[in-house]
């Protein structure tokens, strides 16, 4: 003990940051008097090790012992003491109390800053005496601020009695009644906006925001008429926040028409969380004389910086929908579409797509000539999305005049796969010449979801083209067309002279090749194709085809043997799928592969696959040099079922 009150008292930092830990591990009580000495020390690792030693000593000697540093001149050793006594004090903090009424405002302050952290509710009745009867304005701030800490509803009256202090202290006092959340304190605080200034009243109304109560909306619209301007606005965003859209919607005839004339001038307000409300409050009242001013607005908002603003805006104006308003929404729609501002029609096309009903969708045909390709773009997308049959002449009129390709495939797509139009074939197939690849695609996806004799004719040719790529998109066609029925046409192509068709055709050809052993057969020599990605597809097939045939999994062995990793990889893959254990010791040569990448999934495949072999397999792939290939193994036999289930032996 001798020892560690040497090391304390030693002028040397590094004595004293040991004697604080090792007195601190010994629970010395005795060192406390020197652990707050150290307090002084100017080395930040004496410092921290004297605040985890008083932390560990704890108890009410060390409280006692750091309350005279509430008087300390040196702010770092005051506010180091006060951070103890804030976390150790609570048990203890009869012993702070006295010093609520101590002749020094300052000791006042601290003492009663460290009870707000303390949390125990016999501190409210002495705080709320100093916030109600102490002369110095900072020591009564600092009591309504350790009020709210605190957060006892016991506190609400004296808080709301200071509601008629100082400024300053005001400011504290509706932040702690904000917290507190008490039903008494909605009148009192809607009873001081009366004689507040204006920075004061408008933290009210945002604490009778924060505070959630629905009384208090009553209170904020009876005095909304005669509130200034700007002060306003703030009532109108609480007023939503508290009531909420459907319960706006309720509200009297009279009222609801006062209220949305506020409701249009917070609209064009410059805080972005007003204007929110506006939109919200606007949508919910159904006032439709604003639904050009609210699209008008919207379009102001940055679709980049803040998406999710844009997006409750256009949900706002489009609840109109469900209101009285929907007249005037269309009417406005109508305006904000035939406009020469590419903003604003974005926003008309985005409330027409929450809409969501063709009737919407049909407002767009009319002014879609009159814009550009971007906004063409998402015109042609709703309408796609939402229009029916009776926007059949537009799109068709879009397939002739069009000259951007996303425009072309929403048009290909809603005449293809949502309208059905069997008379459209030839216009549809017309594009799958187009030279942009993408369209090609679109156009295949409407020709083979319109079906039919003219579309399979149309394929059919389009297999014996001289060009590779009409039978590489024949290929893919009739496959989804009914490989089955086209089973002829596709065994021909996986014999093309181009790979891409090939590797097409045969996986094309896999549904029907399950069923059929004659196509498993035609699609065999593909094994020893030139083309990687032809044999990678056929290892990758191979799964489903051993299911149907268990001979396949040969097949599938063989390929272990391949010259490209890849393709060894999958079969590999494949042969774990089919749990073929009787394969396992094929993979011993590759675990030992030079080669990492096969190495490991050699292992992985082994881990999967179960059963003796595979596990003294991996046993033996614990001693191979490469680290990577050692903690493969060690993941494979933890995840390893060595009784394996049913297996193919």
């Known amino acids: 003990m001798a020892d560690i009150l040497s090391l304390l008292q030693s002028p040397n930092a590094e004595d004293q940051r040991e004697g604080a830990f090792q007195a601190a591990e010994a629970q010395m009580q005795e060192a406390i008097p020197l652990l707050v000495n150290l307090l002084h020390s100017p080395s930040p690792g004496v410092q921290e090790a ?5 932390r560990r000593l704890n108890g009410r000697s060390t409280v006692e012992a750091l309350l005279p540093f509430l008087r300390e001149e040196s702010p770092v050793a005051r506010n180091l003491a006060m951070d103890l006594l804030r976390a150790l004090a609570g048990p203890h903090q009869d012993a702070l109390l006295p010093l609520l009424t101590d002749p020094d405002p300052d000791v006042r302050i601290f003492s009663a800053d460290i009870l707000g952290a303390c949390g125990d509710a016999t501190a409210v009745p002495p705080l709320c005496d100093a916030l109600l009867h102490d002369p110095d304005v900072n020591v009564r701030y600092q009591a309504a601020v350790s009020l709210g800490e605190l957060g006892y509803p016991e506190a609400a009256s004296a808080l709301n009695r200071a509601l008629g202090d100082d400024e300053w202290v005001r400011f504290a006092v509706i932040e702690a009644l904000m917290k507190i959340g008490h039903e008494s304190s909605i009148q009192a605080l809607a009873g001081a906006l009366e004689h507040s200034s204006e920075l004061v009243a408008s933290m009210i109304v945002d604490a009778l925001a924060a505070m959630g109560n629905r009384k208090a909306a009553p209170l904020l619209l009876a005095r909304m008429p005669s509130a200034p ?50 939109f919200l409050g ?35 104006v489009a609840t109109l929908k469900d209101t009285g308003a929907a007249p005037a929404l269309k009417a406005a729609l109508d305006d904000a579409l035939h406009a020469d501002d590419e903003a604003l029609v ?99 996806e409407a020709a083979v979801a319109l079906g039919g004799p003219e ?30 029925r ?16 090939r590797r097409i055709a045969l996986e094309a050809l896999v549904p029907a090749a399950q069923k059929d052993a004659a196509i498993r057969e035609a699609i065999l020599p593909l094994a020893h194709d030139a083309s990687a990605p032809v044999r990678l597809a056929l290892a990758e097939a191979a799964a489903s085809l051993a299911e149907a045939d268990p001979t396949w999994e040969e097949h599938v062995a063989a390929f272990l043997h391949d010259d490209d990793d890849w393709v060894r990889v999958r079969a590999m893959e494949t042969l774990a799928e089919l749990r073929a254990t009787r394969f396992a010791p094929q993979f011993i040569p ?21 059963g003796q072999a595979a596990f003294h397999a991996l046993l033996a792939a ?9 903690a493969a193994a060690e993941r494979a036999l933890d995840n390893l079922d060595t009784t394996a289930g049913e297996v193919r032996s």
């Open 590 to 610: 590759l675990v030992q592969s030079d080669n990492t990448l096969l190495a490991i999934k050699a292992v992985e495949t082994l881990g999967r696959m179960g």
């Open 50 to 54: 004297v605040d985890m030693a008083l």
């Open 346 to 444: 974005t926003v008309a096309v985005a409330v027409i797509d929450r809409l969501g009903t063709p009737e919407a969708a049909l407002r767009l045909a009319a002014a879609f000539p009159l814009h550009g390709r971007d906004v063409q773009r998402r015109m042609s997308a709703v309408m796609a999305r939402h229009g029916d049959e009776r926007l059949h002449d537009t799109f068709r009129e879009i397939l002739a005049t069009a000259r951007d390709g996303t425009v072309i495939k929403n048009a290909l797509i809603f005449l293809g796969k949502t309208l059905q139009c069997h008379h459209c074939a030839p216009e549809i197939l017309h594009f799958l010449e187009h030279p942009y690849n993408d369209v090609k695609e679109a156009a295949l």
């Open 622 to 630: 614990l001693g191979n040099p490469n680290p990577d290939i050692q």
């Open 282 to 316: 606007l949508g919910a009242t159904g006032d439709g004389e604003a639904a050009g001013r609210m699209l008008a607005v919207a379009a102001t908002i940055n679709p980049d910086s803040a998406p999710e603003r844009l997006e409750k805006a256009v949900e706002a």
């Open 486 to 501: 086209f089973a002829q046409d596709l065994v021909r192509l996986v014999q093309d002279p181009v790979e891409d068709v």
């Open 229 to 278: 301007d700007a002060l306003r606005t703030k009532m109108v965003r609480a007023v939503v926040l508290l009531l909420g859209p459907k319960a706006l919607s309720w509200l009297p005839e009279e009222q609801r028409t006062s209220f949305r004339q506020f409701l249009r001038i917070a609209l064009d307000d410059e805080d972005p969380d007003i204007q929110d409300a506006a």
């Open 455 to 484: 579309v399979e004719s149309h394929f059919l040719k389009m297999a014996h083209a001289p060009d590779p790529l009409p039978r590489f998109l024949a290929a893919a066609a009739l496959g989804r067309l009914g490989a089955e």
